[in-house]
């Protein structure tokens, strides 16, 4: 049986009596209808064509022929339950293992980052027998309750926050309380969780685990001050804890100079547990947990099986080898590196142009602008960052995001096939838009007909 298709205003008619209403579209009051995505670019029901700046999950582009032509392949071959015995899941977490460093050898496959960072929760937990989690503010760690919990972003707005879970300031320094003028914001921020740690033992209490996201996306595309991980992976196991990066936002090669956005904090740092999410399968359900031998060995003392129906299943592990061939053999790290160089570069160009951009930080394809309304007070410029967003999609055909604590930064998580051209585009487009914005008619300017149109 064909799919009907249906016209924009059926399908949000539909969406709004069928689907829960808390789950939000972008540009929710005019969304964007998309029926078809190659690379960096995605379509309209009229065709008209967008420039991707948002999708991080489709990594190495939207429908690349390679992995659509692995999973069909696959598909059409076998599917089945992981409790079968099957080459593509240790032929995967062989590749993973070669990327990763030597004590993160042990695998767990998933569907979900969610599921990754709930089970790493698990594994810390029957691991050390403790069960007090450290956290960093603003941070978000997915959407099961057990990761609700353990994310400020979220608990804040609902339950509030659990008695087992402490929060550690955000090093950020643009923001926070030790800014790019400290000598040394890494241990500085640091032993805030070296404190926090103290806090917790005169309650107490025991640590279980350090949970951070290796490059803090919610809390505003943040790059974490070097030495910070390494220092407090020394505090946290010297509590008998262990260190959680959540990679799911920022592995497989998005930072460019590193495969991984924890080795930013040094060759001689290594966590002791990794969630990877994401990336991995290019739009499929696909994640994982890797781990130390040990922490994996304890996990199974428990006697209790641990199982995932389809977590690594074969299509979808066919899939995870295809992405990465195509990182390897298209340059993709390589390209991260030169593209988001060159944006960064224009980005801070732009900087000295208008006043309302406070900071730019990020590394490879992952950098964020901040949008402030008093450079040296750092006020954000909330409202502003969401009209440029919505100017940006109906007057160029551009999407991209917000972010941060005020949602006052704009954020790059493209594509990894993200080209000079498409950087460049995007930063005379946020120029115009921002000298409107000098000239004081940031909502009067008459829409462009610059959109691209497809051929």
């Known amino acids: 049986m064909a799919l009907r298709t249906l016209g924009k205003e059926e399908t949000l008619a539909m969406r709004s009596r069928l689907i829960g209403q808390s789950c939000r579209l972008f540009y929710s009051d005019d969304p964007v209808k998309i029926v078809r995505a190659r690379g960096q670019y995605l379509y309209d029901e009229n065709n008209q064509r967008y420039l991707d700046c948002i999708s991080n999950v489709h990594h190495v582009g939207h429908c690349h022929p390679s992995i659509t032509k692995a999973a069909a392949a696959q598909m059409d071959l076998l599917n089945t339950n992981t409790r079968f015995l099957h080459d593509n899941i240790v032929v995967y977490a062989e590749r993973l293992a070669a990327a990763l460093p030597e004590k993160l050898g042990v695998f767990y496959f998933v569907n979900s980052g969610s599921e990754a960072n709930d089970l790493a929760l698990r594994l810390a937990q029957q691991y050390t027998q403790h069960k007090d989690v450290i956290v960093l503010d603003h941070a978000y760690h997915g959407h099961l309750m057990s990761l609700i919990d353990i994310s400020p972003y979220k608990f804040r707005k609902l339950a509030g926050q659990k008695d087992w879970v402490h929060v550690a300031p955000l090093p950020d320094t643009y923001r926070g309380k030790y800014r790019e003028d400290h000598p040394n914001p890494g241990q500085a921020y640091a032993d805030t969780v070296k404190d926090l740690i103290g806090e917790v033992h005169m309650k107490g209490r025991k640590i279980c685990a350090f949970f951070a996201e290796s490059l803090p996306s919610v809390g505003g595309q943040i790059v974490l001050p070097r030495g910070y991980s390494a220092k407090v992976a020394e505090y946290v196991r010297s509590a008998g804890g262990v260190f959680v990066a959540d990679e799911v936002q920022t592995g497989f090669g998005r930072v460019g100079s590193h495969f991984w956005g924890f080795q930013l904090q040094g060759e001689d740092f290594c966590p002791d547990i990794v969630t990877l999410g994401k990336p991995m399968g290019n739009g ?46 298209e340059d993709l790290r390589g390209n991260a590196t030169r593209v988001g160089a060159h944006l960064k570069v224009l980005l801070t160009e732009l900087q000295t142009r208008h006043e309302i951009i406070g900071d730019v930080r990020g590394v490879g394809l992952f950098l964020g602008i901040e949008l402030v309304t008093d450079r040296e007070k750092r006020t954000p410029a909330t409202q502003t960052a969401a009209l440029v967003a919505k100017r940006l999609k109906e007057e160029d055909c551009i999407c991209i995001s917000t972010d941060g604590p005020w949602e006052s930064v704009l954020k790059f998580k493209p594509p990894m096939c993200f080209s000079m051209e498409d950087a460049e585009l995007v930063v005379q487009c946020i120029d115009r838009i921002l000298t409107g914005y000098l000239h004081g008619h940031l909502h009067t300017i008459p829409l462009s007909a610059d959109c691209v149109s497809s051929t």
Not at 285 to 314: D, H, K, M, Q, R
Request: glycine letters at 8%; a negative charge; charged letters at 10%.
């Open 284 to 329: 499929h359900p696909l994640a994982c947990v890797a781990t130390t031998a040990e922490i994996a060995g304890a996990f199974t003392a428990n006697s209790v099986e641990y199982f995932n129906t389809f977590g690594g299943n074969p299509v979808s592990c066919a899939i995870g080898l295809a992405v990465l061939d195509v990182i390897e053999e």
